[in-house]
């Protein structure tokens, strides 16, 4: 089950996932599980699921929730796919594909709820990471912002959400995208290191087929409070909190 270079993490409520040093979860993927909030989804995709998590945390949390995870790297895939099995989770199906050729694998208008921890910086911008692996997680290499929103609207149900986190210099290109696509932005919330700090994260909701307008942003999300973790990242964290990375 296990292979070399890889090591089973706790995500709480007996729930555990294989990652490796390549492949392994961060504080925003935590954060954008938790802000997305499949508890009360009929059915859900994670876009760009990696080796799982997010799509893991909500089968832990709602264990009734039709959910797919949709990653373009095969090595990913199979660590997802092998996390599934290690937990004999039978709610996730895993879908080794190019989010920008879903058609006929998975049905458009249908799901509840499109989550996406994109790539945080646009191709042609800033320097490339020479291994394959870190490129395609931290440029749109091989998809762009358009790309995902346009996946999201296609997958959603109308009046489904899509949730995203960025960096705080995309959320121009963001907005503007999602409303290209049909989604209006509706909830967004800043993550900072500590007060005194910029942020250095942003989540973001989107409705598909909202009306224009009423975005609702939220208090700002500390993640360092006195020199700890603040009190709502404990809580986010709870008896997963030992899985944690930088």
Sequence with gaps: MIKANERIEPLGSGISMIVSDMFHFSTDTILLADFAGADKAKRAVDLGAGCGTIPLLWARDNKTCEIAAVEIQSE???????????NNIDNITVHN??????KGRLSFGYYDLVSCNPPYKPDGTGIKNPDCEKLL???????TIDDITLAAKNLLRFGGRFCLCQRPERLTDILCSMRKND???????FVQQRKGKPPKLFLVEGRRGGKPGGLIVSDTLYIEE???????MKKIYGSYKEGYYE
């Design 226 to 232: 006195n020199g700890d973790w603040s009190d709502e």
């Design 97 to 102: 594909a190019d989010l920008k050729e879903l």
């Design 137 to 143: 997680a931290r440029h749109e290499e091989s998809c």
């Design 183 to 189: 989604l209006e932005p509706k909830r967004l919330r």
């Design 76 to 86: 990913c895939c199979d660590m997802a796919s092998r996390s599934v099995r290690m």
